[in-house]
C-alpha cells in the first residue's frame, strides 16, 4: 500500500463535477476511494447516455491503458468523490512489480465484463419494471449511511433508462408506478428509495411475473 500510495496523487471531486470528459488526453487511471461516478458517452446527435456506475473500491478510465491517447467517455461525479489517480506509465510499472495489484486489476476488468454480460442478459431475458427495479435496488447498496441529499440517487430517467436499455418513455412510466405505489419518491434530477422491503418484494414478484411469462411462450412454441 505505501508503494501504492506513493505513486498515486489523490484527488476530490464535488457533486456533479467531471472528472474527465470526452476529448480530454487519457493519460490516467482512477481508483474510487468514496463515493459514486457516473460513466457516459455522447451519441452522435448529441445525447448523454450512461453506461456504468462506477462504486467505491473500483477502477475507471482503464483504457487509458491501451494507447488510447483521447477520452472518449466522461465521467462525472454522483456524490462528494474521493480519488486516487495514477499516471497510467507509473499503474503499467505497479502492475509490472506489483503482483496482488496486477491480480486485483485483472479481476476488477473481469468483474467489470459480467456486469456488461448480465446487463445485455437481462435485456433480452427481463422485464423492464423488474430491471428497473434491480437498478435502483442495486444503487441502494452503495448509499450513504446518515440520510440527506448524499442518500439519495442522482439519476435523472434517461440515465436509468440507458443503464437498462429502455426508453425514457417506459422508464419514467414505471418510476412513476413505484412512486404511486409508496417505494420511492421522486424529484428533479434524484430518485430516493423509501422502503427497499417492498421494492425487493415487488422485484421476487416481477421476477415470478417473467418466469411464468416465459415458461407460457415456451410451452406454445
Request: aromatic letters at 6%; one cysteine or more; a positive charge.
Amino acid at each position: 500500500m505505501k508503494t501504492i500510495n506513493a505513486a498515486a496523487r489523490c484527488l476530490r471531486k464535488e457533486r456533479g463535477e467531471f472528472v474527465y470528459m470526452p476529448g480530454d488526453n487519457a493519460n490516467s487511471v482512477y481508483f474510487l476511494n468514496k463515493g459514486r461516478i457516473k460513466l457516459s458517452v455522447i451519441s452522435d446527435s448529441g445525447k448523454e447516455i450512461a453506461i456504468d456506475i462506477i462504486h467505491a473500491g473500483e477502477m475507471f478510465g482503464e483504457f487509458a491503458l491501451i494507447d488510447e491517447s483521447l477520452r472518449s467517455n466522461m465521467a462525472q461525479a454522483l456524490d462528494d468523490v474521493t480519488l486516487l489517480v495514477f499516471n497510467k506509465h507509473e499503474f503499467v510499472s505497479l502492475l509490472r512489480s506489483q503482483s496482488n495489484l496486477a491480480l486485483n486489476y485483472i479481476r476488477m476488468v473481469g468483474d467489470r465484463r459480467r456486469r456488461m454480460e448480465k446487463k445485455l442478459s437481462d435485456i433480452t431475458s427481463k422485464l423492464v419494471p423488474a430491471r428497473v427495479c434491480e437498478l435502483l435496488h442495486e444503487l441502494s447498496g452503495a448509499l450513504p449511511a446518515g440520510g440527506g441529499h448524499q442518500s439519495l440517487i442522482p439519476l435523472m430517467h434517461h440515465d436509468v433508462a440507458s443503464l437498462i436499455g429502455a426508453s425514457r418513455q417506459t422508464t419514467t412510466s414505471i418510476l412513476n408506478d413505484l412512486m404511486r405505489r409508496g417505494f420511492i419518491e421522486l424529484g428533479r434530477g434524484w430518485i430516493r428509495i423509501k422502503s427497499l422491503t417492498d421494492l425487493r418484494r415487488h422485484i421476487s414478484t416481477l421476477l415470478f411475473v417473467g418466469l411464468q411469462s416465459f415458461f407460457a411462450i415456451t410451452s406454445v412454441g
